[in-house]
């Protein structure tokens, strides 16, 4: 269930919208109290056809609970149900939220990654939903802890690093050839005269002159 706050001409509203998990219908109520509001929200809302007797609680039943209270679109609702219906409620099937525990957290993920050979990240997406829903449910009270909270994920690989192009590499060698004729043009009469122009002085010109001569 999802509680908002209305503000109403100066008065204080509280509207708590929630889906019906079987007729996938949204409902909602007001009321101008927040802790009437935040109470209304935390209760189960049972389909008005049943007879009474209210189905035991699973872990994909709270995961259904969990989704239709939230103020989701209707295409994701859509995919987090398919979620719970293929990959939670496929592995841990009844049992009770209460029972699970991280080792059997971490099994799933195994199982996931060795038996549905999913990748990382889709690991990644179907563990989301389940910890959304276990975090909710441990700060409303129905878990005493978050059975998610410490479980490893598997890691998503990054892309390997690409070589250098080939006329990266072309300049990187060219660079030691370059460095080899600076030193030879250390000794050119010629160079040396273009520095002189630039820092001697008259008489290492004048020695440089006699050179060519020479």
Not at 125 to 144: E, K, M, N, P, Y
Request: hydrophobic fraction near 30%.
């Amino acid at each position: 269930m999802y509680c908002s706050h209305i503000p109403n001409n100066g008065a204080t509203h509280y509207r708590v919208t929630w889906r019906d998990p079987q007729t996938n219908r949204r409902h909602q109520q007001t009321f101008t109290n927040r802790v009437d509001a935040d109470e209304f929200s935390t209760k189960p809302r049972h389909n008005p056809s049943d007879t009474g007797t209210s189905e035991p609680q699973t872990l994909s039943r709270l995961c259904e609970q969990s989704i239709a209270g939230r103020p989701l679109t209707d295409s994701t609702v859509n995919r987090l149900r398919s979620i719970c219906r293929t990959s939670i409620a496929a592995f841990f099937g009844d049992r009770h939220p209460g029972d699970i525990t991280p080792e059997m957290v971490a099994a799933w993920v195994r199982w996931l990654t060795d038996e549905r050979h999913y990748s990382p990240r889709t690991v990644r997406d179907h563990f989301r939903v389940l910890a959304s829903t276990t975090r909710w449910a441990s700060q409303i009270g129905i878990l005493r802890a978050d059975p998610c909270r410490w479980v490893a994920l598997p890691r998503i690989p990054r892309p390997a690093g690409r070589a250098p192009e080939p006329s990266s590499r072309r300049r990187v060698g060219g660079g030691s050839s370059g460095s080899a004729m600076g030193h030879s043009r250390d000794h050119d009469p010629i160079a040396r005269l273009r520095r002189a122009l630039h820092d001697a002085t008259p008489e290492d010109i004048q020695a440089l002159l006699r050179e060519f001569h020479d």
